[in-house]
């Protein structure tokens, strides 16, 4: 099974500030990992798929980049609606994983 | 638009069983990889399940292999996940979930609640 290790686990960030998350795998996984973002009380959303595709619908100031087993999404200047819970999955091999998350809160 | 609809979760005792229904629309359905994922109270996103509807392929973790199955009835449009010998650690929020053409988990319903406890 691949792991998938998100740091850090709680980012303290202004809004207008820039957000680099991290997720790394145990293994290569190409670039087939995205990006979701989850509010209280909310389902899931696709942010980021194959590494760095915009899901339809995501403002542009989100972006991933990475490949082999380090990856990165980054929230350049953000937004009071994007303080939430950040998961990276990957789709490599079976079964499917998840990070733990990364929490994005006020500061 | 997408829409996916879950029901059939509450609360059953250890061991018990139940059926999780999600009533599709908006999409082709016949074609369309489903899956289950599911989140415990305050923990991460973890899969359960996933069924190719085009050709019937199923895959399940290791976690619920053996105790769950997933179907697809094509012809009402909706996804089922049959649960039994119910542990307290499958006490979570089970989410439906599309996913286009293999890829990403795209679209996600709103979850249905199922507690396991005595």
């Known amino acids: 099974e691949i792991v998938l290790t998100q740091s850090p686990a709680t980012l303290s960030l202004s809004p207008g500030e820039r957000a680099t998350l991290s997720c790394r795998a145990s293994q290569s996984i190409s670039n087939y990992l995205a990006w979701y973002q989850q509010k209280p009380g909310q389902a899931p959303r696709l942010l980021i798929y194959d590494t760095s595709n915009r899901a339809t619908g995501i403002p542009a100031r989100f972006s991933g980049s990475g490949s082999g087993a380090d990856f990165t999404l980054t929230i350049s200047s953000l937004e009071p609606e994007d303080f939430a819970v950040y998961y990276c999955?990957?789709?490599?091999?079976?079964?499917?994983?998840f990070g733990g998350g990364t929490k994005v809160e006020i500061k | 638009e997408v829409q996916l609809l879950e029901s059939g979760g509450g609360l059953v005792q250890p061991g018990g069983s139940l059926r999780l229904s999600c009533a599709a629309s908006?999409?082709?359905?016949?074609?369309?990889?489903m899956n289950w994922v599911r989140q415990a109270p305050g923990k991460g996103l973890e899969w359960v399940s996933t069924i190719s509807n085009s050709d019937g392929r199923t895959f399940y973790a290791d976690s619920v292999k053996g105790r769950f199955t997933i179907s697809s009835d094509n012809s009402k449009n909706t996804l089922y996940l049959q649960m039994s010998s119910l542990r307290a650690e499958d006490t979570a929020v089970y989410y439906c979930?599309?996913?286009?053409?293999?890829?990403?988990?795209?679209?996600w319903g709103q979850g249905t609640l199922v507690t396991v406890s005595s």
């Open positions: 908006g999409f082709t359905f016949t074609s369309t990889v």
């Open positions: 999955q990957q789709r490599s091999s079976w079964p499917i994983t």
């Open positions: 979930v599309t996913r286009s053409n293999w890829k990403a988990f795209d679209c």
